[in-house]
């Protein structure tokens, strides 16, 4: 309720306390002898009592209705809504990062693709192989190495380039927590910066999963031709 509908319930108020007290019955008189009159005290004493009743059951009337208003104002400013939101920045920074990791060259986070490149290029059944076939074997692990490193520092550079982002995200969203005014908008606020959370967490994960399966694919390359390196000197002895 604004403020001026409260002023206007308050001079109602106020009037109905002046028509109250105006239509109280005049204080009584005694008349005694040929139009002598004596004031009566207890008829007017009673009189004052009643207009007093009156009014203070008008002004409890009038500070119900101020308390209802404010508890109106109130649960106005509970129900707004948060005048700003990051949720369209925290999805563009998600997409972006998604999509370096669909970008994976040559052996893409798929369970698939990875067990067959190792069944194809990585495990001890291509020892039997031919010399050529394991020189063709071996530069295919040292290719893929290389992209994997090439994808991990395109995804870290990613990560690195949503900081900004993240760091105006942060400032809007404290900012408007710090000037909330009812719950709601409070509430949302602090639901943003937990998305905002989530989002970096998200980020760091990709990061890691980057590192971790270009490292992984490294060791795998090595491994691989050092066994690769014992057969062929196997098979130069033998002959």
């Known amino acids: 309720m604004k403020l001026s509908a409260r002023h206007r319930l308050l001079a109602g108020a106020l009037t109905l306390c002046t028509l109250a007290i105006a239509v109280l019955p005049a204080p009584a008189f005694a008349q005694f002898g040929l139009g002598g009159i004596v004031y009566d005290p207890t008829n007017y004493a009673q009189n004052v009592l009643t207009a007093a009743r009156t009014l203070e059951q008008i002004n409890n009337q009038i500070r119900q209705i101020q308390n209802q208003a404010q508890s109106l104002i109130n649960e106005g400013k509970n129900l707004a809504s948060l005048p700003v939101s990051t949720l369209s920045t925290l999805q563009s920074q998600v997409n972006q990062t998604r999509q370096l990791l669909s970008q994976a060259q040559r ?19 291509n020892l039997t192989a031919s010399q050529g076939q394991m020189v063709a074997n071996a530069n295919a692990r040292w290719q ?13 550079a990613g990560v690195v380039g949503n900081i900004d982002g993240a760091r105006g995200s942060i400032d809007t969203l404290v900012s408007a927590s710090q000037s909330a005014s009812g719950a709601l908008q409070a509430t949302q606020a602090g639901n943003q910066l937990l998305a ?25 390359r090595n491994a691989a031709e050092e066994a690769e390196a014992r057969e062929r000197l196997r098979r130069f002895f033998r002959q």
């Open 144 to 156: 893929d190495s290389v992209g994997a490193y090439q994808d991990a520092l395109q995804v870290q």
């Open 107 to 125: 052996i893409a986070y798929s369970v698939q693709d990875i067990q067959q490149a190792f069944t194809q290029r990585y495990n001890g059944a």
């Open 196 to 220: 905002l959370q989530s989002q970096q967490l998200a980020d760091l994960t990709a990061a890691v999963a980057a590192q971790g399966r270009a490292q992984a694919l490294d060791a795998a």
